[in-house]
């Protein structure tokens, strides 16, 4: 199952940065002269009790920044009204750290500079103090200090000078819908599932993102929204591992209820059988594909989970993804090709002139080691790679230095220092791995891992992307790239020696994370929040967030990490004493 409809509005405007025509095309149109509006007044509404951020800054701090940098009277007054319309809450950074959409802003500004080289949306100090706030973002520790007040009014300047730029020609666009691109103030669900139905607040027509999958996402809304007036959906609570074709038992009945709930089972709640029949197994076949299970007509316990989140939780859900879309903007140019992978979705899609080609299954970073949202541009493939194996993995899973014995079993070497696994089947980046340049360390590769392909849910790496059909991918790649046959590939691959090759027109990468999105299918897609960053949006959003499956299960996952985190630790100490021991034995 696909997200077709989220990336054909977004992919090359975002990713390439093609925000209007070429440039021979720009000089034969005038540039959009905009009408201001007035000054936003400030909402005194807003305050510490339902602010979407804890942190505020002075205003008289918002015009020392201004009295201190050249800015026109336009920029000023936009500035003005952004942190106006918020109550002087910050916009780029909470006391939790950087939130998702600054990220995702950044990574939008970097791909335009990439295209546009546009000096006046770029600043070097600035740029790299905030490639290092984001690289290391897991342990930045957020202060409402001189130098994070300088960078959030830095990023709301870039902000509005970078829509400026980027909508020059676009007469539509309206600058006062910037306002409400980050959240101001938390509601209660219910607050915000009518603001959303009825089109006003945020919500509004007007400060509406324009594209087709947060239009089709807000249809689905009301849907559910219809479900939740309605009473819900009922628990299926089963006693078995796995409900079946044959199975009698009432929590069959009970499931077939659900699904009729959700629109996945037709007739009437009196001819239902407590009897796990083939109609019923087609359906299960069904949600389980827009659910992201292998449709094998079984109802087993993980998939029951998935089924049992109350339906207040699928519309907190949806309401994140959309506030997700924001960032999304329109394309207006289909060009070349492009690749993008949804983490929740485990998937890889690749784009030919704005059209989906084809899809691939993937692994991706496990909780601990999750995979980075970011943009980049695939621009070499590695044939038979080394692996240099990472310091934090050196320390954690090899005791700090392995042995020479350890070494020898895993095909390892040190080189300068630095533990390397060498090329072959054992490589833990399989035969080939691909490059896109980035400040996360993040590549594709293959693996010989190959079982892993067959689970349901596959987050078992340490924060690359592992690739099903790698020689297939490395086909597509060169093939706009001379003598790279199917043949040479697979040599290539089963060398034994590192080859780099440099791809002719690097391929445009997106790294995207969508728990919730509409198919071509007009069916809607719900996906576990692996990272939790579903958990995090909606305690920022609601007065009244629900408790998220993502929450419930980490608290298990912490408890049996740390079991285990000890385990390993009591290991390893146990290994260092026998070591100790030996050498006090050989000096005696």
Known sequence: MTIRKLVLPLTFLMLLGIISCKDVEKKEREKVIRVEKPVTKVDITIDTSNAFNQLFIDSSLVNQFFAADTLSDTLVNRIKSFYNSRNYQYAWFSPEGIPEHTISFWNLLKNYLNYSKDSSVYNKAFSSKMEALITSRESVTVKNDSAFQHLELSLTKYFYLYADHANAYDPNFDMKTLEWYIPKKKLTLEAMLDSVISAKGQFSEAFAPRNPQ?????????????????????????????????????????LKKRLKTEGFLEGEDSTFTNVYDTTLSEAVNAIKEVYGYKPDGKAGKTFLKDLNVSVDERIQQILINMERMRWIPIETRDSGRAIMVNIPEYKMHVYENGHPAWDMDVVVGKESNNTTVFTGLLKTVVFSPYWNVPTSIVKKEMGGRPSEAYLERNHMEIV???????????????????LFPNSYDIYFHDSPAKSLFNRDKRSFSHGCIRLKEPAKFAEYVLSDTAKWSTQKIDSAMNSGKEKFVRVKRPIPVLITYFTAWVDDNDRLNFREDIYGHDAIIAKKMFLNSVGTTWSRQKAVRDSIQHIKDSVRQKELERKAQLKQDSLKRVKI
């Open 416 to 434: 300068n220092g630095q533990v390397r696994q060498k090329p072959g089947p054992w490589n833990s980046l399989g035969l080939v791995k691909f």
């Open 214 to 254: 947060y239009t089709a996402l807000r249809k689905k809304l009301q849907q559910y929204k219809a479900i939740k007036d309605a009473g819900g959906w009922p628990r299926v609570n089963s006693k078995v591992e796995e409900m079946k074709t044959g199975y009698k038992d009432g929590a069959v009945l009970t």
